[in-house]
């Protein structure tokens, strides 16, 4: 396939594309950085104008959409105290919020001008409302499926729920297949000593992402995957491992720090909160690559 990478100068992007430029896919790149490995043609484009995409949309079968820009309070903006985030940007955070969606507005109105057959975008876990919230909130079960209700509270959140309505929107106006997936944290290498320290501090980042995590070498799995799959329409799909990177069994957590919650079925050992069982059934993807 040929295919369109934006944002494959990213953690994920990078991964992206050595993932498909390794299974024989054409593919190139848009991204106003330059990636430290070229692999394929980059083009430094401003995805916030729509007019001048829809000649890098000409004569591509797919897109994989990464392209965005951090909300920094992700990061650093945790209060352990209150086990809650601060929101000390508000104006920031709408500009990044403004910028997010336009991107990803455009890309589809270019991918549907140029009658681009097959979308992969770039979504969250954070779309349920529990990974960086305002006010604390409670899933509704576990563990926690596709149809579970979205209620994010943040520009973060609210950003994926909006790229994931766009794309409702997209699949339902034309023939085109459409695949929104849900990550958890992504991580490298690099952020081992951050998941070491998680692992001794089970409150360090709140109960929100239920102590799941994401090698971005699996994410970009399943990426190529969900572009190589076949069906119909918008969906979407949680991506995480099917295990939390901490040691104790997930409903010894659980029972300790979200005891009102109910599971809907049994589970067993460390098996992550987040369910990954559609991604298996429809993408053929299960992560395999553990960085604890």
Known sequence: MRVLVTGGSG?????????????G???????IVKPRECLCP???????????????????????????????????????ETQVWDFLDRLGDAERFNLNVA??????????TAAVGKIVCGSSLAVYGFYYPRIMLRPDYLPIDEDHPLRPQNPYGLTNLVGERL???????????????RFSGIYTEAHRGLILERKKSPLVRGTGALWTYIDARDAARACRL??????????????????????????????????????????SGRESGYDVAKAKRMLGFQATLQLP
């Not at 896919?25 to 991204?31: E, G, I, K, N």
């Not at 991107?103 to 549907?112: D, F, G, K, P």
Request: hydrophobic share 40%; aromatic share 8%.
């Open 103 to 112: 991107m990803t507005s455009n890309v589809l109105a270019a991918a549907e």
């Open 42 to 80: 980059t083009y430094a484009v401003d995805l916030t104008k729509p007019h001048g995409l829809e000649a890098h949309f000409k004569s591509i079968d797919a897109v994989v959409h990464l392209a965005r820009q951090r909300f920094p309070y992700t990061e650093t903006g945790f209060n352990p």
């Open 226 to 267: 969900a572009l190589e799959a076949k069906f119909s329409g918008h969906e979407t799909f949680n991506i995480c491992a099917p295990e939390t990177f901490m040691e104790a069994q997930t409903s010894e957590l659980v029972k300790k720090y979200l005891p009102e919650v109910k599971w809907t079925r049994p589970i």
């Open 167 to 181: 794309c409702d929107a997209a699949a339902a106006n034309g023939d085109i297949q459409v695949a929104s997936l």
């Open 25 to 31: 896919h054409q593919v190139s790149v848009l991204d």
């Open 11 to 23: 953690r994920l992007g990078q991964a992206v594309v050595r993932e498909l430029f390794t299974h």
